[in-house]
């Protein structure tokens, strides 16, 4: 992938030219932080920034500037921009998918836990998250790193596997019926990513109220209900 900015251009090659001095700086700021803390400050820096300006208009300084160090301390820790994106969307991809998978793992029925997952999917907070997710896949199709791309791999059987889950323990326990639970499954997936695009691009125009309702009704549709509903 080709870097976004000039200064993201050989990183390592720009530690070299800060011959300038640098300024006091504060003693709480001199403080030195295991490796992996600064670079998670780091990486949790640049999560805002993707989901507010998207992964091509981010660059070394920015987030920089956003974790508070210098563009020396990132470069010391990373050796491209492009690394830091990657983790960071990453990290903020699978921190959403753990949090939605306790949740609905929380419920007292399978039914029940397909009902917390369209809630959770569609929130007034979730739309950074979509943000992050169509960058995410998008990212995926040019990223030098084979590594990625595994990683996107397993992070959509894993989301397929938590639906199909929760649709066949509704199923189970006598509140829906189907005879087609990987059917269900590619179109609750593929139905969600439609409905968040529409969500984030507002053409035409979708409440989140109404993201959730046709997810609810395709659940109905597809699944039916069972004898014991």
Do not use: C
């Amino acid at each position: 992938m080709a870097p976004h900015h000039p200064e993201d251009v050989g990183m390592k090659a720009e530690k070299k030219a800060e011959k300038s001095p640098r300024r006091a700086v504060a003693a709480a700021d001199r403080t030195r932080q295991p490796t992996e803390v600064r670079r998670r400050l780091i990486v949790e820096a640049a999560v805002p920034l993707i989901a507010e300006r998207g992964y091509a208009s981010v660059g070394v300084r920015d987030v920089a500037a956003a974790a508070g160090v210098s563009v020396g301390t990132v470069t010391y820790h990373f050796g491209s921009v492009q690394e830091i994106l990657s983790e960071a969307m990453v990290l903020q991809i699978e921190r959403y998918y753990t949090g939605l998978s306790e949740a609905a793992d929380r419920a007292t029925s399978g039914a029940e836990g397909l009902r917390l997952l369209v809630d959770a999917l569609f929130t007034e907070d979730t739309d950074r998250h979509w943000r992050m997710w169509f960058e995410y896949w998008n990212v995926g199709e040019h990223h030098p790193d084979p590594a990625f791309a595994r990683g996107q791999d397993r992070r959509y059987e894993s989301w397929h596997r938590q639906i199909r889950t929760l649709a066949e323990r509704a199923i189970a326990e006598g509140d829906l019926t189907s005879a087609d639970l990987d059917g269900f499954t590619v179109r609750f997936a593929a139905l969600a990513d439609g409905l968040a695009l529409q969500r984030l691009r507002q053409t035409p125009p979708l409440t989140v109220e109404d993201a959730r309702r046709h997810l609810r009704h395709f659940i109905e549709t597809e699944l039916g209900r069972g004898p014991g509903s």
